[in-house]
């Protein structure tokens, strides 16, 4: 459990922790290879967003499942990025990795520990925007550098000692 008063701290900046989905690159289920290819190449993420019709969240694509699907035994083929569409790669997501609350600060730092980002989605799966650990690294790196300014930070062995001390 994460201590009440460095939760609340951590809260203060949760406006800044979702990327909303309008300003984060995705693509569609029904997009060819070629154009999910394309917005990788440009944005130069490892890893998006695919969203369906509805703006549901449906997984991740990334250049490495594009080329695996271009490499044949001997050459490179472009051909699969015109035939095949992202629905036809895409990643499932992990259900435990989706945040559906971004005031859960627990469940998303652990989940923030093995990815660089995590989609948030509404109860209905709509695809809000995602999480991103450099947001996050940002609030610890203001919380480790003014937490004192807060808190009187006592040691619990000195403060324990000094009690002692005090009762002879």
Do not use: W
């Amino acid at each position: 459990m994460i201590v009440p008063e460095i939760q609340r701290i951590l809260l203060e900046n949760r406006e800044h922790y979702l990327i909303p989905a309008d300003v984060v690159a995705n693509v569609n289920m029904d997009n060819r290879l070629g154009h999910a290819f394309l917005v990788l190449t440009k944005v130069r993420y490892a890893k998006i967003p695919v969203l369906d019709n509805d703006s549901k969240f449906c997984g991740f694509i990334s250049l490495a499942m594009i080329t695996d699907k271009m490499l044949a035994l001997d050459h490179v083929s472009l051909e699969p990025l015109d035939h095949l569409t992202v629905a036809d790669v895409v990643e499932k997501p992990d259900p435990d990795a989706v945040v559906h609350d971004i005031v859960d600060v627990e469940q998303i730092l652990h989940l923030l520990v093995d990815n660089p980002f995590l989609p948030v989605v509404d109860r209905e799966g709509i695809f809000e925007g995602i999480i991103t650990r450099r947001e996050y690294m940002k609030s610890f790196n203001e919380l480790v550098h003014n937490l004192n300014k807060e808190y009187e930070l006592v040691p619990i062995k000195e403060k324990a000692a000094s009690t002692v001390k005090g009762a002879k």
